[in-house]
C-alpha cells in the first residue's frame, strides 16, 4: 500500500511539470484549441472507478465513508447501464458529503505537503499562484484532460474566498478541490470527437478520449500521468503508440485492479451487496461467509488470469482456489491457517466441485434465502458466461398442476416447466443446466440428497450428456461461445454500450484473435485497444440536426439509432 | 419501565430505556383560533407521500380477501385489509382499476407500478416512459424543506421507483439506522431549538457548487438528447442540493410536533416478514418525525419490491416463488401460503399509517395532513393480472379527501387514481397518463 502511495506522488510530481505546461483553453473549446469538438458521450463513473480514482490520485489511505447510487446492469453489464444513468439529487448529497470528507483528508495536515507542491506565501491568507498551480494539476487527474482557463479561475475564486474566511489557505484550497470532486467532469466521463485530420469530414476521439477508454478498459482508473501525455502529444493517435501504451498498461500490476473490475462487473457480484439468507436454514451463513467469497472468486481469477496468464477457458474447471477460514466451513475442507490468512487449496480429482460455478459467489447469489434455485443458476449460466440472455417469463403461467414439492427433489417440480409449451421455451435452455449444480444448496454448501431422496445432476443439452457440475464445467470449457463471449463483454464494457450489428465481424475477428493468443485475456485486451472499433465515434441523436458534411469515422457510418441501448 | 414520566421524558422518546414514539398533542396555546395553524402563522403543510408494496393482494372468481363488498361510506374492511382498520376513516379504498397496455407486454412486476406512477405501460422493463408523478408533486410542494423528498426501502434493497428521468431511480435508505443519521445527523437543525444561528460555513458549502454551474453552458453546448438528459437531472440534483443549503441558513419555523427520536439500533439485515415489518415500523417513526420537523414534505416507500423475495423465517420459499409454486386450494379459490403472506405485508402499511396518525399536529394528526397513495405492481399475483390493483389513499390531505370510502370501479385507467392523489396533494395537475390512460377526470367521489 505504502509502495503505491509513493508511487502515485511520484508520477503526480512529473504530471504536475507535464500539466502546468499545458495552457488552459477557454470554455467552449475543451478538446483542443481552436478545434471544434463534438460530445459523443456522456457516462456516469462506477463505484469502483471512483474508489480507483481517489486511491491513485490522492493516495489509498483516503477513507471513503458514503453510499454510492446504485448502478444498473444493462446487456449484462454496469458498464452499460451506467452510461445511462444521471446522478440523482439523493445521490448528489452523498457524493457532496463524500467530496467535503476526501478534500479535508487530503489536505489534512499529515497530507497537504505531499499533495499540494507548493507552498503559500501566508499559510493564513489566500495564494492565487499555489491555487492555480494545485487546480490545474489535480482538476487535470480528475477531469482526465486540462481544465479550460474558466473552469480553474472559477476554483481558484472560491478557494480565496473560503481562505479569507477561514482565516487558513488550505481551508480554502478544500473548497476548490471540492468543487472539482463534483464536477460532472469528473463524475461523468465526457468523451469528445474532433475532426480526424487523416480523414477529412469525419471524426475521431481526441487524444484524451482515447487514453480514458483504454485506462478504464485496463485499469478501471482514470489515466495516469503517462497516458495523459501520450494524449497531449498525439501519440494515442498512432498505431505504435497505442500499442506501446497497451504494452505498458497490460504488464503494469495495475492490471489486477483492472481485472477485478471487469469480472465483478461480469460475474455480477454486487449482488453480493446486501445478500441475505435465512438464518435458521444456514447459519454458516454471515458477511464475513459473503466478503470472503468475494475475495476467493477475484483472487482466483487474477491467480488464473493476469499472474499466470492462464487460459481464460480453465476459470469454468479449475479445481485449484483460494479459501480462508469462513470459506473452508462452506466448503467443508481442513483449513490450518489464522484466521486473517489465505491458502492455495485444490479439491480433489473426485469431487464435484470445480470452476467458478462452483465457488459460493455463483452458488449462493443465484439461490432463494431458503433454498437453490436451478432455475436463476442456469439463466445466469446462460446470460453471463454465453452471451444468450433469457427473456422476460410469460405473465400468465398456470401452475395448477404443480405438484407440493415439500417431498422429492426440486427435479420434479421443474419437470412441469419443461412440459408446459409457455414454459419450456425458456427453461428447457436454464434448468438442465441448473440442476447440474444441485448437488450445491443455497449458499454452496455440498449435499447429495433432498427431502432423503438422491440427487440426479445427470443432464441432457441438444444430445450432449454430461454429469454434475464438472461436468457442466467441462462443457462450458469446450464450448466456443464461451470465450467469443467473453471478448464481446470485454469490448462492451470497454465502450459502454451493447454491441450493434456493425459490430459483428470484429467481434468474430476479435474471437478468433483470442483463440490464437491462447486464450490469454491480457492479450485480448491489447487486441481490443488497439483496433480503430474500439475508438469507433458514434454520434449521438441530436436534439437539433448535426452540421451537415459530418461523416462518422471507424468501420461503419453507424448514427445511434442503430445502437442498441 | 420507569413508571415516572413527563413531557420531558416523552420529548427524550425515552422511557426506561426503551425506545417509544407517542404523539403528544401540540399545546393548544401554539395554536391559532381555528387550530389550522400554528399560533406564529405557520400553516400546516400537506405532505404527500407513494407507499408501494410487491405482488398484490388476493381476489379470485372464488376468493376475494380484500375488495369490500360493499362500496361508498359503509365499506367492510376484508381480512386483508384488517391491518388498515384502526385508520378506516382515513383511507379510501380502490378496486377494480386496472393498466390499460395499448399493446405494449406484460412486463411482470413492472408494468402495474410503472402505470400508476408514470401514466403510461413501459416498453422496456427497467425504465418508465417518463418521470414518475411524485416528482411532480414534490415539485409543486416539496419547498421549504431540507430534502425534496426522501426515499426509504425497508427490505434493505437498494429498490426506488420514483424517477425524474424514467431511467435514473432514487436511491433509497435501506435502514432505520442510515434514515436516523440521513435525518438527524450532520446538517440538522432542530425547528424548536432556542439557541440557532446559520452556519457561515454553509456559504462556503454554496460557492463550491456555484462554482460549477457557472460552467454550465460550455458543457451543455453540443450535447446529444440523452446526454442533454443527463446533464439535465445532474443540475436538477446540484440546484436541490443548493436549496436545501439555502434553507439551512434561515431559521428554521417552530415545529410543535417535532420530537427528535432517539437514535435506532443498527437492526438485523434479512428480508423475513418480520424483519422487514420491524424495519418498516422503525422507518414509519422516523419519516413521521421527518415530516413533523419540516425536513421533507415528500417520502417514498417501497416495502417490498415487485418480485418479492419477503418470505416467513424459515420458510424456504420466497413469497414470490410462492405466488408461483404455490396449488390453488379448491375449497378457498385462492393460493393459501401467499395469501396468508399478503395480509402479513399489509400489516406494513398499517403499521406505517397508523404510525403516522400518532403525531398528533394543529387540530389533528400527521395523517390528517397527508396523502398517501399506496399501490402494489399487481392485482392477483399468481396470474400477473394488471387488473384490480390494489389502490389506497390515506390521509385527510388537510381536509382535501372525503376519506373512509370504497370506490368500485368496471375497469378504468389506474392514472385516474393517480391523478386524484395529485390533485389532493395540491399539486397543479390536471391531466395525467398518455394513450388509453390519459385522463383529465380524477375520482370526485372522494375529493371535498
Redesign the interface.
Known amino acids: 500500500m505504502r509502495k503505491r502511495w509513493l508511487r502515485t506522488a511520484v508520477i503526480l510530481a512529473s504530471a504536475a511539470t507535464m500539466l502546468s505546461a499545458a495552457p488552459g483553453v477557454p470554455?467552449?473549446k475543451?478538446a483542443t484549441a481552436n478545434t471544434p469538438?463534438?460530445?459523443?458521450?456522456?457516462r456516469?463513473i462506477t463505484e469502483s472507478q471512483y474508489r480507483h480514482a481517489i486511491a491513485d490520485i490522492f493516495g489509498p489511505d483516503i477513507r471513503l465513508n458514503a453510499?454510492f447510487?446504485?448502478g444498473?446492469r444493462?446487456g449484462g453489464l454496469l458498464a452499460i447501464g451506467n452510461s445511462?444513468?444521471?446522478?440523482?439529487?439523493?445521490?448528489?448529497?452523498?457524493y457532496?458529503?463524500m467530496?467535503?470528507s476526501i478534500a479535508d483528508q487530503a489536505l489534512d495536515a499529515k497530507h497537504r505537503d505531499a499533495l499540494v507542491g507548493c507552498r503559500p506565501a501566508d499559510p493564513k491568507a489566500a495564494d492565487a499562484a499555489c491555487t492555480t498551480q494545485f487546480v490545474q494539476k489535480y482538476g487535470a487527474l480528475l477531469f482526465r484532460r486540462p481544465l479550460?482557463r474558466?473552469?480553474v479561475a472559477?476554483?481558484v475564486?472560491?478557494a480565496g474566498?473560503?481562505a479569507v474566511?477561514?482565516g487558513d489557505f488550505y481551508e480554502g484550497l478544500k473548497?476548490a478541490l471540492?468543487?472539482l470532486l463534483?464536477?460532472?467532469?469528473f463524475?461523468?466521463r465526457?468523451e469528445q470527437a474532433e475532426p480526424d485530420p487523416d480523414h477529412p469530414g469525419q471524426l475521431r476521439l481526441d487524444g484524451y478520449s482515447k487514453a480514458s477508454r483504454l485506462s478504464y478498459l485496463i485499469l478501471d482508473s482514470e489515466p495516469d500521468e503517462e497516458l495523459l501525455r501520450a494524449a497531449a502529444s498525439g501519440e494515442l493517435h498512432t498505431q505504435a503508440g497505442l500499442e506501446r501504451q497497451l504494452a505498458r498498461m497490460t504488464e503494469s500490476p495495475r492490471v489486477e485492479a483492472g481485472v477485478k473490475a471487469f469480472f465483478s462487473d461480469l460475474l455480477q457480484l454486487d449482488q453480493l451487496d446486501?445478500l441475505?439468507k435465512?438464518?435458521?436454514?444456514y447459519p454458516k451463513f454471515s458477511q464475513a461467509m459473503v466478503d470472503s467469497a468475494r475475495e476467493e472468486t477475484l483472487r482466483t481469477l487474477v491467480d488464473d488470469l493476469v499472474t499466470r496468464d492462464g487460459d481464460y477457458r480453465d476459470i469454468f474447471t479449475n479445481r485449484t482456489t483460494y479459501i480462508n477460514r469462513p470459506l473452508a466451513a462452506v466448503y467443508n475442507v481442513p483449513f490450518l491457517g489464522g484466521s486473517d490468512s489465505w491458502t492455495r487449496y485444490t479439491f480433489p480429482g473426485d469431487s464435484d466441485r470445480a470452476g467458478v460455478l462452483t465457488e459460493v459467489t455463483f452458488l449462493s447469489m443465484f439461490a432463494?434465502?431458503?433454498?437453490s434455485s436451478p432455475t436463476r443458476r442456469g439463466v445466469k449460466v446462460n446470460e453471463i458466461f454465453l452471451c444468450r440472455p433469457t427473456p422476460?417469463?410469460p405473465?400468465?403461467?398456470d401452475?395448477?398442476k404443480?405438484?407440493?414439492?415439500e417431498n422429492g427433489t426440486v427435479r420434479t417440480?421443474l419437470l412441469d416447466h419443461m412440459t408446459n409449451p409457455g414454459c419450456a421455451g425458456c427453461h428447457r435452455l436454464s434448468d438442465p443446466v441448473g440442476l447440474t449444480l444441485e448437488r450445491f444448496d443455497g449458499i454452496g454448501q455440498s449435499r447429495t440428497a433432498e427431502n432423503g431422496v438422491p440427487i440426479d445432476v445427470s443432464a441432457d443439452l441438444g444430445g450432449r450428456k454430461f454429469n454434475g457440475a464438472s461436468g457442466l464445467g467441462q462443457l462450458l470449457h469446450d464450448d466456443p461461445r464461451a470465450p467469443a463471449c467473453l471478448a464481446q463483454q470485454v469490448y462492451a464494457y470497454g465502450i459502454g454500450r451493447e454491441p450493434m450489428q456493425a459490430d459483428e465481424g470484429f467481434l468474430a475477428a476479435v474471437a478468433k484473435g483470442f483463440a490464437d493468443d491462447g486464450y490469454r485475456i491480457k492479450a485480448l485486451y491489447r487486441r481490443i485497444g488497439s483496433s480503430p472499433e474500439f475508438f469507433r465515434v458514434v454520434?449521438?441523436?441530436?436534439?437539433k440536426p448535426t452540421a451537415p458534411g459530418q461523416k462518422v469515422a471507424g468501420a461503419g457510418s453507424h448514427r445511434?439509432a442503430g445502437v442498441s441501448r | 419501565m420507569n413508571p415516572r414520566f413527563d413531557r420531558r421524558s416523552l420529548m427524550r422518546g425515552l422511557i426506561g430505556g426503551a425506545a417509544v414514539c407517542v404523539g403528544i398533542p401540540a399545546l393548544d396555546i401554539f395554536l391559532d383560533n381555528h387550530g389550522k395553524a400554528y399560533a406564529n402563522g405557520v400553516k400546516l403543510p400537506t405532505r404527500f407521500g407513494t407507499y408501494f408494496w410487491g405482488l398484490g393482494l388476493t381476489n379470485t372468481a372464488e376468493g376475494n380477501l380484500w375488495v369490500p363488498t360493499k362500496t361508498g361510506p359503509d365499506f367492510d374492511i376484508m381480512p386483508q385489509l384488517a391491518p388498515l382498520a384502526p385508520v378506516k376513516s382515513k383511507i379510501s379504498v380502490f378496486s377494480g382499476f386496472r393498466v390499460i397496455g395499448d399493446g405494449r407486454p406484460n412486463l411482470v412486476h413492472w408494468s402495474g407500478h410503472a402505470s400508476i406512477l408514470a401514466g403510461a405501460a413501459p416498453q422496456n422493463a427497467n425504465n418508465f416512459e417518463g418521470p414518475s408523478f411524485d416528482t411532480v408533486v414534490a415539485d409543486a410542494i416539496g419547498t421549504g424543506t431540507r430534502f425534496k423528498a426522501l426515499d426509504i426501502s425497508p427490505s434493505g434493497k437498494t429498490t426506488s421507483y420514483s424517477t425524474r428521468t424514467g431511467n435514473s431511480f432514487a436511491t433509497p435508505e435501506t435502514t432505520p439506522l442510515a434514515l436516523y443519521m440521513r435525518l438527524f445527523g450532520e446538517g440538522f437543525q432542530d425547528p424548536n431549538s432556542p439557541n440557532w444561528k446559520p452556519d457561515p460555513d454553509i456559504i462556503l458549502r454554496q460557492s463550491v457548487l456555484s462554482a460549477i454551474t457557472e460552467q454550465r453552458k460550455a458543457l451543455m453546448a453540443d450535447v446529444g438528447r440523452a446526454d442533454q438528459i443527463k446533464l439535465d437531472q445532474y443540475f436538477t440534483s446540484l440546484r436541490e442540493t443548493e436549496n436545501s443549503l439555502a434553507i439551512q441558513l434561515q431559521k428554521p419555523e417552530k415545529r410543535e410536533a417535532c420530537m427528535i427520536p432517539p437514535k435506532p439500533y443498527a437492526g438485523k439485515p434479512g428480508i423475513s416478514i418480520d424483519l422487514v415489518n420491524a424495519n418498516n415500523r422503525q422507518m414509519a417513526r422516523l419519516m413521521a418525525m421527518a415530516l413533523a420537523c419540516n425536513q421533507t414534505k415528500v417520502f417514498n416507500v417501497v416495502h417490498t419490491s415487485g418480485p418479492s423475495e419477503t418470505y416467513i423465517a424459515g420458510d424456504d420459499k420466497t413469497y414470490h416463488q410462492r405466488t408461483h409454486d404455490e396449488p390453488t386450494d379448491a375449497k378457498l379459490g385462492y393460493q393459501p401460503m401467499s395469501s396468508k403472506l399478503a395480509g402479513m405485508v399489509m400489516v406494513g402499511l398499517g403499521d406505517f399509517l397508523t404510525e403516522l396518525d400518532a403525531v398528533k399536529e394543529g387540530d389533528g394528526t400527521l395523517l390528517d395532513h397527508s396523502v398517501v397513495m399506496a399501490f402494489s405492481d399487481t392485482g392477483y399475483a399468481k396470474i400477473h393480472s394488471l387488473e384490480n390493483i390494489p389502490m389506497i389513499i390515506a390521509g385527510g390531505a388537510s381536509g382535501r379527501h372525503k376519506a373512509g370510502q370504497h370506490v368500485a370501479s368496471k375497469g378504468e385507467a389506474v392514472t385516474r387514481v393517480s391523478l386524484t392523489a395529485q390533485q389532493l396533494a395540491g399539486a397543479p395537475v390536471g391531466e395525467f397518463g398518455s394513450g388509453a390512460m390519459k385522463t383529465s377526470n380524477p375520482i370526485s367521489e372522494v375529493m371535498a
Not at chain 1, 463534483?182 to 467532469?185: I, N, S, Y
Not at chain 1, 432463494?368 to 433454498?371: D, K, L, T
Open positions: 470554455a467552449g475543451r469538438h463534438t460530445t459523443v458521450a456522456i456516469r453510499r447510487e446504485p444498473k444493462e445511462n444513468l444521471s446522478l440523482t439529487s439523493g445521490g448528489f448529497e452523498q457532496f458529503a467530496a467535503r479550460a474558466s473552469d472559477a476554483r475564486a472560491i474566498k473560503g474566511q477561514k473548497l471540492d468543487s463534483m464536477a460532472p467532469e463524475l461523468f465526457i446486501g441475505t435465512d438464518a435458521s436454514t432463494h434465502p431458503g433454498r422476460d417469463p405473465p400468465n403461467v401452475f395448477s404443480v405438484q407440493a414439492t417440480r454520434i449521438p441523436e441530436k436534439s445511434s
